[in-house]
């Protein structure tokens, strides 16, 4: 009940385009969700955190969308550009300072 | 802009050695948390800590494991003897009362 599913594993992106990914999870105790970004040997970067009190955050290119209902998910990244070539994990936790459970991770490639 | 930082970068030991991990969090920050990162796999809590004690802990975090804040800014994870399966990344992280920061990581490397 703990887990939080991520797709998916890699993605391939032309630059320019729209990143898609997506998350899923089970435990109705969550109420924080971040997305962090990692690039190779750094640790995650906080990119967006989300509430379940709003269907959508958006800052900038990044947009996270949230279905409360179905207990899904999902990051957009607008306008792709190579240097958002990184790794993603998606989280959650049941309040924001308490542990996260991390999603398996996507490994996100743009395109020049 | 503060931020988290690690040391070492890179541990190399050998199996049963014991190993301090060192973190200085954020100095506002009141809360504490180490994580780890297996090698292309997820990143997976270990244990929190606030007001100097452990707050949460997963069932990583056994006896072997201890963390502790020794003095006002740094925070340490000791593993006592070391195994090969705890060849990983560790993250430490620190919070003020919301988002969690992660430090650049120390990878452990058990021979």
């Known amino acids: 009940q703990q887990q939080v599913k991520q797709s998916p594993q890699s993605l391939i992106v032309q630059k320019g385009g729209i990143s898609i990914i997506n998350c899923a999870y089970e435990?109705?105790?969550?109420?924080?969700f971040p997305w962090y970004q990692q690039f190779p040997g750094k640790g995650p970067a906080l990119l967006i955190a989300?509430?379940?009190?709003?269907s959508e955050k958006k800052e900038g290119r990044f947009t996270i969308s949230f279905n409360k209902s179905a207990k899904q998910f999902s990051l957009h990244i607008m306008d792709s550009q190579p240097g958002d070539s990184a790794t993603y994990f998606c989280?959650?936790?049941?309040?924001?300072?308490?542990?996260?459970?991390f999603g398996g991770g996507t490994r996100l490639m743009v395109k020049p | 802009e503060p931020e988290v930082t690690q040391t070492p970068s890179h541990q190399v030991t050998q199996m049963g050695q014991e190993v301090i991990l060192r973190c200085v969090p954020i100095?506002?920050?009141?809360?504490f948390y180490w994580y780890r990162q297996i090698l292309g796999q997820k990143v997976e809590f270990l244990v929190s800590?606030?007001?100097?004690?452990?707050?949460?802990k997963s069932e990583i975090f056994d006896d072997q494991f201890s963390v502790e804040r020794p003095d006002g800014s740094n925070f340490t994870l000791k593993i006592r003897s070391t195994k090969l399966e705890d060849s990983a990344m560790y993250f430490c992280?620190?919070?003020?009362?919301?988002?969690?920061?992660f430090g650049p990581g120390t990878r452990l490397t058990v021979l």
């Open positions: 992280a620190s919070s003020g009362r919301g988002e969690q920061f």
């Open positions: 435990n109705t105790a969550f109420d924080y």
């Open positions: 989300i509430r379940p009190d709003v």
């Open positions: 989280a959650a936790a049941n309040n924001a300072g308490n542990m996260l459970t």
């Open positions: 100095s506002n920050h009141l809360y």
């Open positions: 800590f606030y007001n100097n004690e452990i707050s949460e």
